[in-house]
């Protein structure tokens, strides 16, 4: 299969070439030129993650380099335990895609896009730089990823003081290949350095640099595996079609299942749960699309005012009144985020992250609007990771997950840096 550019100003290129691009020459993003359809039939016989996920990402590797690699990818990428368990409402249940090496769903994209790029290596190539900005989550995935494989290193640049403490230290503990930088600024002060050196063809000469960001579609391809594996659970165990409800921030999750339901698969409505950040919640109002700055908010991994996979739901959908038909926006402010993850454990019998915590609010109205379809809420990280803001509020402590448990038991260090670009490239190994 090819891909080509959201923007059509692109030409049409293989998955191993779109890969690593990452963007598209014309700064589009890249999507597949057709989607596959599947029936149920098509998964018979595939009950695991990854053995759903090896069938469902076929069509998109066929006649790549890099299709007789899948097999191995998927099993290695999807080796995350990624229960769906009922909660104590009927109809209720919570997908964890938490239990991956950093306790976020991030996880799961850049194990995959990491092994894609390392079983692309041929061995006289040079050292590959991925350059990630990072509000807190994708930073610590994709040093996890990464994280000594030969071939790469990996440089994090974060907002020092601005991500949660936990995080930082996270970021600061793979050591070996992996660098964190603690910035100096805001996170779109990162993200603007590290645009800049990836647009930078003379820095690019001397250090080879690639990034790992949302728009990459290998994460957003993998990130359909976990919708296509549930729906097909609750399909095959109850005989329905679940809805999804997804916290929401760049809309690369959410987008992901909006793909997999175009594909076939058993998804009923797909409601998109996003914090004080109200760029979508406006849109599917009725209101223009205007993107905007962010405003910070306790669920910080979806403080987003200009959400980049949007341009991937105008392609699917690009007439806006069936775009607005497609999925339903829930926003969610921080004073109800702190009163669910509060009330979570007695009207649900879960403790979420601030992030989950939009998508439990998000579900408890469509039940008091007395909505009565089976929905799956995702829960994006574990609460273990924001424990400065989830313990307060249950008023007990919450005990990390082994991986997240182990990295917190590391030294940590992170290398400061001025928000300057002649810094950045001197960090980086160019004089
Ligand atoms: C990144 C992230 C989100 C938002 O996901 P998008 O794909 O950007 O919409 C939500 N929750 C957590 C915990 C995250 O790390």
Known sequence: MNFVSTRGNAPAVSLSAALAAGLAPDRGLYVPTELPHFELADFDGASSLSQVAERLLAPFFADDALQSALHGIAARAFAINTPCLPMAGQGDWLLELFRGPTAAFKDYGARFLALCLAAMRRPDDPELTILVATSGDTGAAVAAAFHRLPGFRVAILYPDGRVS??????LGAFGDNVRAFKVDGSFDDCQALAKRALNDATLKQCVPLSSANSISLGRLLPQMAYYAQAALAHQ???GRAPGFIVPTGNLGNALAGVLVRAMGLPVGEIVLATNANRTLADFFAGNDYVPRASVATLANAMDVGAPSNFERLQWLLPEAASLRRALRVEWVDDATIRDTIQCAQSRHDVVPCPHTATALCALERLRQAGDTRDFIA???????KFDSIVEPLIGSPVTPPPALAELLTRPSQALPLANDYD????ALGYA
Do not use: G, K, W
């Not at 403490?165 to 996270?170: I, V």
């Open 165 to 170: 403490p936990r995080q930082a230290h996270q």
């Open 236 to 238: 095959r165990a109850h």
């Open 378 to 384: 995702v829960a994006t990280a574990h609460p273990a």
């Open 423 to 426: 810094a950045l490239c001197a």
